[in-house]
């Protein structure tokens, strides 16, 4: 855990160099330091940041640090630490899980989205325009054409989405004093409209809120860290749950996850090789 953040520190800066032509620096570790300090100092390329910022980053890494064992990258960690192998194996399983664009990804699309609505959306304040692109997002007209509004909806939560409420609590002063108050303000008229409109085009409520991905893509930009980092960061903050998880399997469970599947498809009847 507490390497990590310099692994992805490195990795990115060779990632510029090879992939963006640019130049590389690294910089020494920053001692008695936090771990979004520590973020902080090794991207930035002349090391200074504000307490206000590393607060921030703070945050964010708490309420991403662990979402419960039925998530995709969690149970992938127990999965493998259910099979006696080790701790590296284990965190690098759940690392490509979360790599996945429908797990990790999330905030990204919602950076993309916002970049569409901040193009085609002309006043801010007009809730009126700001739904009726929302309603061509849904029919897949407008944004990537996907029929999704990004940052809105989670499996668990339908009420309220925890994490979003204390995140955006903190996000909102930075993102004025950055000059990204304008978008952020687009966000909260997102979280404020789609839930109705969702319910508009399906004809039922399920239960729509917005989700930690409504905000969090935005504050790393005001952070001034580049999408490239999005996920990375993602995977540095769940370590500690994945870990958590891995020790509990290891100490409590005693036997391997085999997960049993059944056929529910139609029998259909055995067609010799010759008549097919």
């Given at each position: 855990?507490?390497?990590?953040?310099?692994?992805?520190?490195?990795?990115?800066?060779?990632?510029?160099?090879?992939?963006?032509?640019?130049?590389?620096?690294?910089?020494?570790?920053?001692?008695?330091?936090?771990?979004?300090?520590?973020?902080?100092?090794?991207?930035?390329?002349?090391?200074?940041?504000?307490?206000?910022?590393?607060?921030?980053?703070?945050?964010?890494?708490?309420?991403?640090?662990?979402?419960?064992?039925?998530?995709?990258?969690?149970?992938?960690?127990?999965?493998?630490?259910?099979?006696?192998t080790d701790t590296y194996s284990a965190i690098a399983a759940a690392i490509g899980a979360l790599k996945g664009p429908r797990h990790g990804g999330a905030n990204i699309k919602v950076e993309e989205?916002?970049?569409?609505?901040?193009?085609?959306?002309?006043?801010?304040?007009?809730?009126?325009?700001?739904?009726?692109y929302l309603r061509k997002l849904l029919a897949g007209e407008a944004g990537d054409r996907a029929g999704l509004i990004y940052g809105m909806g989670h499996a668990v939560y339908t009420k309220?989405?925890?994490?979003?409420?204390?995140?955006?609590?903190?996000?909102?002063?930075?993102?004025?004093?950055?000059?990204?108050?304008?978008?952020?303000?687009?966000?909260?008229?997102?979280?404020?409209?789609?839930?109705?409109?969702?319910?508009?085009?399906?004809?039922?409520?399920?239960?729509?809120?917005?989700?930690?991905?409504?905000?969090?893509?935005?504050?790393?930009?005001?952070?001034?860290?580049?999408?490239?980092?999005?996920?990375?960061?993602?995977?540095?903050?769940?370590?500690?749950?994945?870990?958590?998880?891995?020790?509990?399997?290891?100490?409590?469970?005693?036997?391997?996850?085999?997960?049993?599947?059944?056929?529910?498809?139609?029998?259909?009847?055995?067609?010799?090789?010759?008549?097919?």
């Amino acid at each position: 855990m507490a390497t990590l953040p310099s692994v992805m520190s490195y990795a990115y800066q060779v990632k510029r160099r090879v992939y963006d032509r640019e130049s590389m620096y690294f910089h020494p570790p920053l001692e008695n330091s936090s771990t979004a300090e520590s973020i902080l100092h090794s991207l930035r390329k002349d090391t200074v940041f504000t307490d206000e910022e590393a607060r921030l980053l703070d945050i964010c890494l708490m309420i991403h640090a662990e979402h419960g064992g039925g998530n995709c990258s969690t149970f992938t960690s127990r999965v493998l630490s259910s099979s006696g192998t080790d701790t590296y194996s284990a965190i690098a399983a759940a690392i490509g899980a979360l790599k996945g664009p429908r797990h990790g990804g999330a905030n990204i699309k919602v950076e993309e989205m916002l970049g569409y609505m901040c193009e085609d959306i002309r006043d801010y304040n007009d809730e009126d325009e700001i739904a009726a692109y929302l309603r061509k997002l849904l029919a897949g007209e407008a944004g990537d054409r996907a029929g999704l509004i990004y940052g809105m909806g989670h499996a668990v939560y339908t009420k309220s989405d925890p994490r979003a409420v204390i995140l955006k609590k903190y996000a909102r002063d930075l993102a004025e004093k950055k000059g990204f108050g304008d978008e952020f303000h687009l966000l909260e008229m997102v979280e404020k409209l789609a839930p109705a409109l969702v319910v508009e085009k399906i004809g039922r409520d399920t239960g729509i809120c917005a989700n930690v991905d409504l905000y969090s893509g935005l504050v790393y930009r005001t952070l001034g860290i580049t999408p490239d980092l999005y996920t990375p960061l993602f995977a540095l903050a769940r370590t500690a749950g994945w870990c958590a998880h891995r020790i509990e399997e290891l100490t409590y469970g005693n036997r391997i996850i085999r997960p049993a599947y059944k056929s529910v498809v139609p029998h259909i009847p055995y067609v010799d090789l010759n008549d097919r």
